[in-house]
């Protein structure tokens, strides 16, 4: 069965400190979709990045960088040099291959807290 | 470009009452989800639009929720009559393209008292 495991409920963090967001997932499906959410205070999911099964190359954009690795099934999110402004709740989801739908498999999330 | 919207974004409706959720989604995008999450919980999927068409609708928990998307643009997800287990967020969704780059709105907290 489709499943995404998000195991840190919260992190709290102080300005500046880098921390990384684990995602654990589970499927049957050789191809497959991974993204990570942002859910600032205003609410709406804000989409982070789409990385598909194939490739396992890690991608860094700006502070944020992200580590697939399909022989331990994860597919985690670091954030470096954190901010304030990264506080928010960050969702891990898969999808696979959309035959006839393409809906996400969302984990619980992280609620990421940093502090000045 | 316009986000997608949601109203209300916030409902607070006694067990028993009906309930109607708007979303407008980004212009031009035929694909439409509508997710929930209930507190604490993960978020799930309800269902999926193609334009008009229902795609997916395997996540509707049961037959007193009712989704339309009049002429393939705005949607409506009605709940009637709502029950205490109801209460979360609704979240959704559109995109032109499948595969789950979608844009979410802000999503509307219904409470069932």
């Known amino acids: 069965a489709q499943k995404v495991t998000q195991a840190q409920t919260e992190i709290s963090v102080v300005e500046k400190e880098d921390v990384t967001l684990d995602c654990v997932y589970e499927?049957?499906?050789?191809?497959?979709?991974l993204f990570w959410y942002k859910q600032p205070p205003s609410g709406e999911l804000v989409f982070l990045i789409r990385r598909n099964s194939f490739d396992e190359q890690n991608e860094i954009s700006g502070r944020y960088s992200w580590n697939f690795q399909k022989s331990t099934s994860s597919f985690n999110f670091t954030i470096t040099a954190s901010q304030v402004v990264d506080s928010a709740v960050y969702f891990c989801a898969l999808s696979e291959a959309p035959y006839n739908t393409d809906k996400l498999i969302f984990g619980t999330g992280t609620r990421l807290q940093v502090f000045p | 470009e316009a986000g997608v919207t949601q109203f209300p974004s916030h409902s607070v409706i006694e067990k028993g009452q009906t309930v109607t959720l708007r979303c407008d989604p980004i212009s031009g995008h035929d694909n439409l989800y509508w997710y929930r999450r209930v507190m604490g919980k993960e978020i799930k999927f309800l269902l999926h639009f193609v334009k008009e068409s229902k795609q997916d609708e395997s996540g509707m928990p049961n037959n007193r929720f009712l989704a339309e998307r009049t002429g393939g643009t705005y949607s409506t997800l009605k709940v009637q009559p709502a029950e205490l287990e109801d209460s979360g967020v609704y979240f959704c969704a559109s995109s032109q393209d499948r595969i789950g780059g979608y844009t979410f709105g802000s999503g509307t907290r219904l409470t069932v008292v």
């Open positions: 499927t049957r499906d050789t191809t497959y979709y």
